[in-house]
């Protein structure tokens, strides 16, 4: 049996194939040729990728709380995590008032 190569080779067209390949998609309405304004806001597939960028970067870190802290806020469902930051911001907000 022949290897068949991972990497297959590319033909190039001919500057004649090439014409008559850029005429035919000229000649098709449902085809025409990106205007520079399009390209202009086209942008690489791998931008697109993952998690949208936040605007608020907050930090990972690790801290110990006790049980019936996290069983309290593990308890009021899904987003205890942000309810749980809220609470803290709020304390901090209050605690630098004082100051």
Known sequence: MSKVSKHPSIVMPTS???????AAAKADPDAQPLTPKQLKYMVPIRALRGRP?????????????SPEVLAYFKSTGEGWQS??????RDYVTRHSRRA
């Open 83 to 88: 309810r749980m930051d809220g609470v803290l």
């Open 53 to 65: 960028k936040s605007e608020s970067t907050k930090q990972l870190v690790s801290v110990r709380y």
């Open 16 to 22: 004649q194939e090439d014409k008559a390949i850029t």
